[in-house]
């Protein structure tokens, strides 16, 4: 039951009425039995925004699109891969001193670190050259130490592409248009491909950034996006003999970090997973009822 004492937790986006963070939050307080709850914060100004959370005593803010960066500027401490991200997902507030986290890269690399305990010494891809793609090359590289990197973009000249900040944390980067993939991925012995393209992503299912001859049975092969949970790249994919991951668990795992950042609680990953899934498929059927208008987040924008 909310009350005066209840500990209010947020998302702070524009848009986020589509979220499904505060299912899969909420789940969590619940199975701890806390007296707190998760809401949606629409807001268009992230500098007033967060003046709010100092002034209304909100004790923890998710960042999504479009606060990431300005919100960075917004907070008193950051950890190390936020500096150098420039950017956060996360906010906690200790009686008014505010401390920003970006948990994009670590829920990015624990599905694929909890397969292969090797992944570091291995050939991997990034397909995209967009805010998701930087932020878990960027982890990769600054915290985990992966010293080589391929990217297979329509654009490698993006501006905003971190090739230089990733070459002088002495990762060696290469990078090659999308139409080349076949031959790219052949040339460099690629092991591990991670898309985090919208390519595929509801409702354009059918869509892959890849043709199936690009697929090897000792490939791990992952796709950020979470709706399907199966896109038709993962299921190429699997046919061809590759191991693949799917979007689900990133989004559980940023999630899980966020919520173990705020309480000092295990976060009870099944129950959020399961909260997660109902979330999906309620909003799912309210696309179909809604001729596919409801926009569901894609990759990269966070929770």
């Not at 500990?7 to 806390?34: D, I, M, Q, T, W």
């Not at 998710?62 to 190390?80: G, M, N, Y």
């Not at 949970?229 to 559980?252: D, S, V, W, Y």
Request: proline share 5%.
């Amino acid at each position: 039951m909310i009350n005066s004492s209840t500990r209010v937790y947020g998302l702070l986006g524009f848009p986020v009425e589509h979220s499904l963070s505060p299912a899969v939050h909420n789940a969590g307080f619940c199975h701890h039995h806390l007296n707190a709850c998760y809401v949606a914060f629409p807001a268009r100004n992230t500098e007033e925004a967060i003046k709010s959370v100092r002034a209304l005593s909100i004790c923890g803010l998710s960042v999504t699109i479009p606060h990431k960066e300005r919100a960075f500027l917004c907070v008193d401490e950051t950890d190390e891969y936020a500096k150098i991200s420039g950017c956060i997902n996360t906010i906690k507030n200790d009686n008014g001193r505010l401390s920003g986290r970006n948990f994009d890269g670590a829920g990015a690399v624990h599905p694929l670190a909890s397969r292969d305990k090797s992944w570091k010494e291995k050939n991997i891809c990034i397909i995209g050259n967009g805010g998701a793609a930087r932020g878990i090359a960027l982890y990769m590289c600054g915290i985990c130490g992966l010293k080589k990197l391929a990217f297979l973009a329509r654009r490698t000249d993006r501006p905003g592409f971190p090739a230089e900040q990733l070459a002088g944390m002495g990762a060696e980067i290469t990078t090659a248009p999308l139409a080349d993939a076949e031959a790219f991925i052949s040339e460099k012995k690629i092991d591990i491909i991670i898309n985090t393209t919208p390519m595929g992503m509801y409702p354009y299912i059918a869509a892959s950034p890849l043709a199936e001859q690009c697929f090897t049975k000792n490939m791990l092969v992952y796709d950020i996006i979470y709706n399907p949970e199966i896109t038709a790249m993962l299921r190429m994919a699997r046919q061809r003999g590759a191991e693949i991951i799917g979007g689900t668990e990133m989004f559980i795992n940023q999630a899980a970090c966020q919520f173990e950042f705020w309480t000092a609680k295990s976060a009870p990953r099944k129950k959020m997973l399961q909260a997660f899934k109902k979330g999906l498929k309620i909003l799912m059927k309210k696309n179909e009822n809604t001729d596919g208008k409801n926009q569901i987040p894609g990759p990269g924008t966070g929770l």
